[in-house]
């Protein structure tokens, strides 16, 4: 991919969570990630390898840093999808409203997360994406909300054409994670984790486990950094 991510200055921020997008092959995972970062819509199909951004957002008065990471469709049920579902923070589970099969994937998608994190709680969004499409046989929007709510996450019907609803998709993912992050600790029985109890966000974020997860990435220097502070 030609556009260059940005870089996150780290004096800006004092959270760090990453997103992962997941969905079957050209249901507009890269174009809603880039509507997102850029504002702009990607009208070429290409088929993504694997690729990371990074974008400082405001919410709620705090500057939270995103890893963003557009996974590849054709990655699903191997090894790598399973190394990016043990590492996020949060999932943003995408169909396309006029490709049907892309919707009945959603319920493997979620057991495969909540499989490989051992947990229900995983913070997710379905996104719709698509919406600006009307085929003969598409998904509705009761049939979005129906299954969102079987999983008890938000929904959001978005377009990456129309710039419909796709901030709205990551701010209402990116809270999930702030209000499960200051909450519950992810792993219960870490010690890491029952020393967090009680502390900022950050510091939970940052335990030992995640570091361990994110070892090697960019979002993991940036969160041994943060822990320094
Ligand atoms: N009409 C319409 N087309 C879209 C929308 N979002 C994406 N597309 C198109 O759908 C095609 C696939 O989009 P991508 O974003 O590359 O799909 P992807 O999910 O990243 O695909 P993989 O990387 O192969 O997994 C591209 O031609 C996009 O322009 C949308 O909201 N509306
Ligand atoms: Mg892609």
């Known amino acids: 991919m030609s556009i260059k991510p940005d870089v996150i200055n780290e004096d800006d921020i004092t959270e760090i969570y990453q997103v992962v997008m997941v969905g079957e092959c050209g249901v507009g995972k890269s174009a809603v990630t880039m509507q997102f970062l850029k504002g702009f ?17 405001n919410i709620e008065g705090t500057n939270v840093g995103l890893e963003i990471v557009d996974t590849a ?8 999808r399973d190394k990016y579902l043990r590492e996020g923070d949060g999932f943003v589970l995408m169909y396309s409203v006029a490709d049907r099969p892309s919707y009945e994937k959603i ?50 019907e978005v377009s990456a054409k129309g710039a419909q609803n796709v901030q709205e998709s990551y701010i209402s993912l990116i809270k999930l994670i702030r209000v499960q992050a200051g909450s519950i600790p992810r792993n219960n029985s870490s010690p890491s984790a ?22 090697g990435t960019a979002i993991g220097r940036l969160l041994a950094k943060i822990r320094q502070k």
């Open 73 to 80: 469709g054709q990655e699903a049920y191997s090894a790598i």
């Open 41 to 57: 819509f990607l009208e070429d199909y290409e088929p993504t390898v694997d690729d990371r951004y990074q974008k400082i957002v």
């Open 194 to 215: 029952k020393a967090s109890r009680g502390m900022s966000v950050i510091r939970r974020q940052a335990s030992d486990t995640d570091l361990e997860k994110k070892k």
């Open 107 to 156: 319920p493997e998608l979620v057991k495969q997360i909540q499989k490989v994190r051992d947990s229900d709680r995983v913070p997710c969004v379905l996104v719709g994406n698509k919406s600006d499409l009307d085929p003969d046989d598409r998904i509705s929007e009761e049939e979005g909300q129906e299954l969102a709510s079987s999983f008890k996450i938000p929904f959001y």
